[in-house]
């Protein structure tokens, strides 16, 4: 069983296109996060979110919106998408925030 | 300057041989991660320190809070331990991870 999973693994899609990645945890874990990994691999936090609130929102345009609407699970919708747009988007949680953390296996987002 | 320095950047070796990556931060930390990610891969937090050491299996993982560094070890490397090794750190207070720009290792048979 998977513990953090994420679903497309893969998407390519036009700009200007809306499109939503959706990701579950089957840990219990309270904390839930959102990460971008550019083409450079650097990884970056966007979004943080502990029993369903948002906690953490760097600064990410907001084209980009969150959506958790159990603790299990935490969705990434991006809407207008642009060519930047293109990177690994990984999710992950944690029993809280102090805590191991479990990264779902990433998905690949392709604007063109 | 990144909060989170690690070196190598790249680190290729021969099998067999011992490894160390290290990594430097400026910021107050609660506690530091090591991750892997393998090519086209997903990421596994190899160790979780706030202080002292930590061994599993050929990875030794230590951490100096005083001096803001921390190195992982691996021991007898082989091709498959070929990843990306990425240092994390828990800043102090604000409950997310900065990440190092991680070390690209190639260990040959």
């Known amino acids: 069983d998977t513990a953090v999973s994420q679903t497309p693994k893969y998407l390519v899609t036009q700009m200007g296109n809306d499109k939503s990645i959706k990701c579950e945890q089957n840990?219990?874990?309270?904390?839930m996060y959102w990460y971008k990994q550019d083409s450079k691999k650097f990884l970056k936090i966007m979004f943080s979110?502990?029993?369903?609130?948002?906690?953490i929102n760097e600064t990410v345009p907001n084209r980009f919106s969150p959506k958790s609407p159990d603790k299990a699970h935490l969705n990434l919708h991006i809407n207008s998408l642009e060519l930047g747009d293109s990177a690994v988007y990984f999710c992950a949680s944690s029993p809280n925030r102090g805590n191991t953390i479990y990264f779902g296996e990433g998905s690949w987002l392709t604007v063109v | 300057k990144n909060e989170v320095e690690q070196s190598p950047q790249n680190l290729t070796a021969q099998e067999g041989e011992f490894i160390t990556i290290n990594c430097s931060y400026s910021v107050g930390i609660s506690a530091l991660h090591w991750l892997q990610q393998h090519p086209g891969g997903g990421i596994v937090s190899l160790f979780m320190l706030s202080s002292g050491k930590k061994k599993h299996g050929r990875l030794i993982a230590t951490i100096n809070i005083q001096e803001k560094h921390s190195s992982l070890h691996i021991t007898a490397s082989h091709p498959r331990d070929s990843a990306v090794y990425i240092c994390a750190v828990l800043n102090s207070g604000y409950s997310t991870l900065t990440f190092g720009k991680g070390t690209m290792l190639l260990v040959s048979p």
């Open positions: 840990l219990g874990h309270d904390t």
């Open positions: 979110y502990n029993n369903k609130e948002l906690i």
